[in-house]
Structure formats: C-alpha cells, structure tokens
C-alpha cells in the first residue's frame, strides 16, 4: 500500500510557504501527498512539484479550493457543462505541471449541489460525454481520473459504488477510476466489503476516514473487513487521510465540521496511519 495524507490536516490553502510540509511527510514514512487545487490556491507549480520529487512524494490533487458553481459538467444548461470542462481541464494542467498522478473528486458534479427531483434521463449520458472528453485530455498527460461517490447531503449525482461504476462505464475510457472515501460512503452502504467488490476493476485509491472524519479506529467503519478485501482483490493503491484542522481558525467550521477531530495534523496522520499499517499487516496474516 502507498500511504498519504491530505494538506487540510495541516493548512487551510496550499502555497509556497508550505514545502515544509511536503518534509514532514516523507518524515512519517508516506509516499503520498494531496493537495487540493482551485481559482483561489495560488503557487509555484512546479517548484512544488519539484520539492515533491525530490522526496519521493507522489502527489495527487483535488479541487478542494474555489470551484465556480456554474462549472459543472452535468449541469442542465450546456453552456455550464462546457465552462465546467474547461475548468477541470485547467485543474488536469495544474496536475501535469506538478508531475501529480491523479486529479480525484466529485468531478462529475459539484460538491453541494443536491438536486431533490428525479433524475432527467439524460442527466448521466451528458455527464458521462463529459467525463470521456476530461479522461480523453488527462491520459496524453499522464493523469489519472478519479472519481469519488460522495454522501447523498453533498451530492445527488453518485453516492454509491454502483452509481459510480454505471458512470464510468457510459463514460467508456480506460482512464477513468474511482476514490473510494470511507467516510461519505458510510451513509449510502450496508455492507463494505460488497462496496469494494463492486468497484475492484476501477479502484485507484481511497480516503481512509472514520465515519467522525477522524482518524481511523475506534469508530464504525470495518477496518479488518477493508482490509480483507483490499487483500483478496490484489489492490496496491493510495491510502490517504482526509480532514479538516480545527485549530486553524473557523477552517473546519466553514468545511462543515463542528466537532473537533483533528486539532493537530501531525498526530493525527502518526495515530492513524500506525492504525492503517497494523491493519495492513493483521490482513496479511
């Protein structure tokens, strides 16, 4: 497994200032680091990218950052979808630029976006041309797709590992995969391990969170049954930590997170990625 963490246990916007960062994780044993991308995260791409390289960092990115919401490919209105392509064009550039594996998210929609009608016929046809093109654009630079079903209180668009599969198989590009995130998948699912038996031909990488979005252990994710399966179907990806740093100012407050579950980044990334590994290992047994 390649273990990472995400930039939001320790800063609330990436920038030049924050390579130090980059070191701390090469510290802790890990060989990934996310970082989320947007109109409003500015820096030198390729000296982080360099930085990153140099560590031995593979890095992923996502658009955690300011996202127009009239970007969005699986908008209604065709003029929205065609902005929305080109804004995550330019997000694919921002990761080819750093050297990043991947760019991941709910790409196919806008996060918070939750439309409560039934869906239009065409609602996943048009989202799926969308997704083709974006893949299209993103392999000839080396880029991965991954796509991230997201709880049914950000998204409408795909929640679940069917949702997700359905879409990239409309979608029809090899380079397209999924995220799976163990935090917003545990409103949607009954059962974990049939949740990653149904994505397995496409999982690229995963969000390992709590369902608190803490650090995992100790609360109801089946970490022994992830890591079972992970086992079984031969997956040797990403395992990220993803949360929110309450100690930078009201940062997670305006993400969302009103109790405090990381109020120190590098503890957090040391308890849980210890968690991670032992579960890892008792796995393999």
Same mark, same amino acid.
């Given at each position: =497994? ?78 929205? #979808? ?43 046809? #048009? ?37 997700? =599969? ?10 397209? #995969? ?52 992970? #086992? ?46 032992? =579960? ?6």
């Amino acid at each position: =497994m390649k273990y990472g963490v995400h930039s939001y246990l320790f800063t609330d916007r990436w920038s030049d200032d924050q390579l130090h960062i980059l070191d701390l994780a090469k510290e802790l044993g890990l060989s990934m680091f996310e970082l989320s991308v947007g109109d409003d995260v500015l820096f030198d791409r390729r000296r982080t990218g360099k930085h990153a390289a140099s560590l031995g960092l593979d890095l992923f990115i996502g658009p955690g950052g300011a996202w127009p919401p009239e970007c969005d490919i699986s908008s209604d209105e065709p003029w929205d #979808r065609a902005r929305g392509l080109d804004w995550h064009r330019r997000q694919v550039d921002t990761a080819a630029e750093l050297g990043a594996v991947a760019y991941g998210g709910a790409l196919y929609g806008h996060p918070g976006v939750v439309k409560r009608r039934r869906p239009p016929a065409e609602e996943y046809s #048009r989202t799926a041309e969308g997704l083709h093109a974006l893949a299209d654009y993103a392999a000839v630079r080396n880029v991965v797709i991954a796509l991230e079903p997201m709880s049914h209180f950000r998204t409408h668009m795909v929640n679940t590992p069917e949702q997700v =599969m359905r879409l990239i198989g409309l979608a029809d590009h090899e380079n397209l #995969r999924v995220l799976f995130d163990t935090y917003h998948i545990v409103t949607e699912i009954r059962s974990y391990e049939a949740a990653l038996r149904t994505i397995a031909p496409r999982l690229y990488a995963l969000h390992a969170c709590e369902n608190d979005r803490g650090a995992p252990g100790g609360g109801l994710v089946p970490w022994k049954t992830v890591f079972s399966v992970l #086992r079984e179907i031969g997956f040797d990806g990403y395992i990220g930590l993803e949360s929110y740093n309450s100690s930078l100012d009201d940062f997670a407050i305006q993400r969302g997170m009103f109790h405090n579950v990381c109020s120190d980044g590098r503890a957090f990334a040391e308890r849980g990625i210890a968690f991670l590994r032992r =579960m890892e290992a008792e796995a393999q047994r």
